[in-house]
């Protein structure tokens, strides 16, 4: 289905791991939580804005989320990418589940320490998506090229085919961080402290822009 596929991850990772499954079958669900993650860590479903794992896609690809995030989503993506990660060893996978427990407080945090787990954000799709010359305007060079380079934008849009077969959002950008910011610093040639501060900036103009 379009939900985040928590429950399946969870099946798979603990099926890898528990020593009374046969170990060909160990193997076969070790590498499909592999393979699974290699779509979903770099997608759009983790917001590089503002945080947070989104709670299920629009349509066939993980390229365009439905932009609605609860507590309860995060919580259970976070625990889910620990066993991926004991499963997997990716630093990745779990990076991502830190900034997901560390989202959910800021967002869903109460000032007794508990939770607000009915409260929920959502957003329309158009007001979510971004063209490369909005964020050009935005941060400038070099700025919006390194933004460009580590989120996967094109000029004419990102979004499958299967996504948007009419085309109703031409050369709009769904946004995800395609690899670990430290690759795309590389690719660039740019210092890795240099390109994180910039990449920090460049989050917050967004951010407020959003």
């Known amino acids: 289905g379009g939900l985040f596929p928590t429950g399946v991850l969870d099946v798979l990772a603990t099926g890898s791991t528990l020593p009374g499954v046969p170990e060909t079958m ?3 669900a ?5 393979e699974l993650l290699k779509d979903l860590i770099p997608s759009a479903m983790f917001d590089p804005l503002g945080g947070g794992v989104y709670s299920g896609r629009a349509s066939q690809s993980w390229a365009l989320p439905n932009f609605t995030r609860n507590c309860s989503d995060q919580a259970r993506t ?5 066993r991926c990660h004991q499963v997997t060893g990716d630093p990745e996978v779990l990076r991502r589940a830190l900034e997901l427990l560390s989202f959910a407080e800021r967002r869903f945090g109460t000032q007794d ?4 787990f009915g409260d929920f954000a959502t957003a329309r799709q158009d007001a979510w998506l971004w063209t490369v010359e909005e964020v050009e305007k935005t941060l400038g060079e070099p700025s919006a090229k390194e933004w460009i380079a580590a ?3 094109k000029n004419l849009g990102n979004l499958p085919s299967e ?10 950008n769904s946004i995800g961080l395609v690899r670990p910011l430290a690759e795309t610093a ?5 210092p890795a402290g240099e390109f994180n501060q910039r990449f920090g900036q460049s989050r917050e103009k967004l951010l407020g822009r959003r």
Not at 113 to 116: C, D, H, K, R
Not at 163 to 171: A, C, E, I, L, S
Request: net charge positive; proline share 3%; no cysteine.
């Open 163 to 172: 996504v948007d077969p009419t085309r109703k959002w031409f050369r709009a």
């Open 113 to 116: 320490g508990l939770f607000v």
């Open 186 to 190: 590389t690719s660039l040639g740019v």
């Open 78 to 82: 976070a625990m889910t990418l620990l």
């Open 26 to 28: 160990r193997e076969r």
């Open 30 to 34: 070790s590498e499909t939580v592999t």
């Open 151 to 153: 989120t996967g934008m």
